[in-house]
């Protein structure tokens, strides 16, 4: 599986950004999708996942009504959907993707490479 992110850019707090991640593989159907972002001297922290074949999103509890995670299986897409954003929001995202039929799984083999999100107060 292979993942590329973009999306990311500078918006002021309160504002709206898209996430999308581009998915490549073979048997999708299997994969667990999620995103995680990592803020400056800070580890990396899960933010979103969703089955590829739907169900319902799991979301860490910092973004719960603001972000939504989406996928377009026939664009092979990810979205993570970011309104009201706060400075804290602030950090790259990375998309991943891990064969697993659970949506809160914690371990993720596939990584795609960053997008900076960046949000001023």
């Known amino acids: 599986v292979q993942l590329q992110a973009s999306g990311g850019g500078l918006v002021q707090a309160g504002g709206s950004l898209r996430l999308s991640c581009a998915v490549s593989?073979?048997?999708?159907?299997?994969?667990?999708m999620g995103w995680f972002r990592q803020a400056p001297g800070q580890e990396r922290s899960f933010v979103a996942a969703?089955?590829?074949?739907?169900?319902?999103?799991h979301y860490a509890d910092s973004v719960t009504g603001r972000f939504t995670i989406s996928r377009n299986n026939a664009e092979n897409t990810v979205y993570l959907q970011m309104n009201s954003l706060k400075p804290e929001d602030t950090a790259i995202y990375y998309c991943?993707?891990?064969?697993?039929?659970?949506?809160?799984?914690?371990?993720?083999?596939?990584w795609g490479q960053g997008t900076q999100v960046t949000v001023s107060s």
């Open positions: 991943a993707a891990e064969l697993s039929p659970e949506v809160t799984t914690t371990k993720y083999d596939y």
């Open positions: 969703i089955r590829w074949l739907g169900g319902r999103p």
């Open positions: 593989g073979r048997n999708l159907g299997n994969y667990v």
